[in-house]
Structure formats: structure tokens, C-alpha cells
């Protein structure tokens, strides 16, 4: 069973740039979730994908999309990029059936904008 | 809407000695509390969790956590202090239904062990 793995692991972006940040679920997980962590923060939930539908969303504008393909692996982008937007972005699975959140975090990718 | 209200960003404690690391929470329905480790450089991994079966939660790694109600609470303590429990935590509450998946998290303790 593999866990959930993120890709790349740390990316530099100059502001105004777009970003595609990846994240494969845990084998059997169709539910993804995307967080962002700013420094010294908790993460903050930006939306989650559910059977390639997004299912909820969190206080993040348009310019941060997403989509999740029928192997229920997703992908974060993130438009006309802000030095605000530097942080850590966190991908989690969820395992079906499952009523309570039980989540399961990548390792995360590293984003800086300069 | 829900909250997580952690108090104290950083803990320090000798090893050995007995943690606590506080968490109060705020929801409008029946809550499903967490708390996750994050090392540095990584993500977060479960400590243990409460969903509405025992309020007494055991974890790995020697963690436990009991949820109160009355209190709106759930403290996570570990008896003794390894120099390996050196990491930040987060307390973290979840909705069911349409809402689960999204998890609210607290601003994170960091604690450190001292030898």
C-alpha cells in the first residue's frame, strides 16, 4: 500500500506565474483535500475533490483551481501566483466509507514566489 | 462553523516529564477532534482521533486524549517525554456529512524536550 505523495517537493515561482502542484492518493482513497500551511501556521483547508467532483471549498479566490482524474490523483493550480501565496500545500486522502475525516497527509511541496 | 483554539505556541518540558498540550474547540454540530505531528520539512501524521466512541483516546506513540464536552476540550497529554516527540502539533476538528474532509486546524504547539 503506498502512501500519498506529492510532487515536486519544493518549487521556486516568480509572481504573476502559474503553478500545477500533483498529489497521488493512498491506494483505495477517492476523496482528496488540499491544504495550505503558511509559516508558523495551521494549515488552512482549500478545497476538497470527491469522484472527480470538488466537494467543498475553503476561503481561497478563483485563481486557486483544481481537478481529480478517475485514478482520484489530483492537481492544485494556482494563477497569477502572490508572494502571499509562498507556503507549504499540503494534499491529504480520505478513506471511503469512512463517515469521520480520517486524513492522510502527503509530504507536502514547498511553494516560494518571489 | 467550527474553531480550534490551542493554548500556547510553544511547550517545553524536561524529558521524562509529563506533556500536556491544550485544545479547546468550538462547533456547532458533533464534533470529530484530531491531533496531528508534523517533523520538520514533512506533513502531518495522526496522532490519534475522537469520533464519538470512547472520550478517552489512545494514540501512538504513548499520546492519549480525552474529549470534554462540558469543557468543549481535548487536551493531548503523554505521561513521559521522549526527546523524539520534538516536533509541532495541531489539534484539528472535522464535520461529518457533506462537510467531512475539511478539517479546521489550531495554530499549532511546538514542543521542545529538553534532556
Known amino acids: 500500500e503506498t502512501g500519498v505523495t506529492q510532487s515536486p517537493t519544493h518549487l521556486i515561482k516568480t509572481r504573476g506565474q502559474q503553478v500545477t502542484l500533483r498529489c497521488s492518493s493512498q491506494s483505495g482513497h477517492n476523496t482528496v483535500s488540499w491544504y495550505q500551511q503558511a509559516l508558523g501556521q495551521g494549515p488552512q483547508f482549500i478545497f476538497q475533490y470527491y469522484r472527480e467532483e470538488e466537494n467543498g471549498r475553503g476561503n481561497f479566490p478563483p485563481r486557486f483551481s483544481g481537478l481529480q482524474f478517475p485514478n482520484y490523483s489530483s492537481e492544485l493550480n494556482v494563477n497569477a501566483l502572490e508572494l502571499d501565496d509562498s507556503a507549504l500545500y499540503l494534499c491529504?486522502?480520505?478513506?471511503?466509507?469512512?463517515?469521520?475525516?480520517?486524513?492522510?497527509f502527503g509530504q507536502g511541496t514547498r511553494l516560494t514566489v518571489v | 462553523a467550527q474553531s480550534v483554539t490551542q493554548l500556547g505556541s510553544h511547550v517545553s518540558v524536561s524529558e521524562g516529564a509529563l506533556v500536556l498540550l491544550r485544545c479547546n474547540y468550538s462547533s456547532s454540530v458533533p464534533p470529530y477532534l484530531f491531533w496531528y505531528v508534523q517533523y520538520p520539512n514533512q506533513g502531518l501524521q495522526l496522532l490519534l482521533k475522537y469520533t464519538s466512541a470512547a472520550t478517552l483516546v489512545k494514540g501512538i506513540n504513548g499520546f492519549e486524549a480525552e474529549f470534554k464536552k462540558s469543557e468543549t476540550s481535548f487536551h493531548l497529554t503523554k505521561p513521559s517525554a521522549h526527546m523524539s516527540d520534538a516536533a509541532e502539533y495541531f489539534c484539528a476538528v472535522g464535520a461529518g456529512g457533506t462537510s467531512y474532509g475539511k478539517l479546521t486546524f489550531g495554530q499549532g504547539t511546538i514542543l521542545t524536550v529538553h534532556p
Open positions: 491529504a486522502s480520505s478513506e471511503p466509507g469512512v463517515y469521520y475525516t480520517e486524513a492522510f
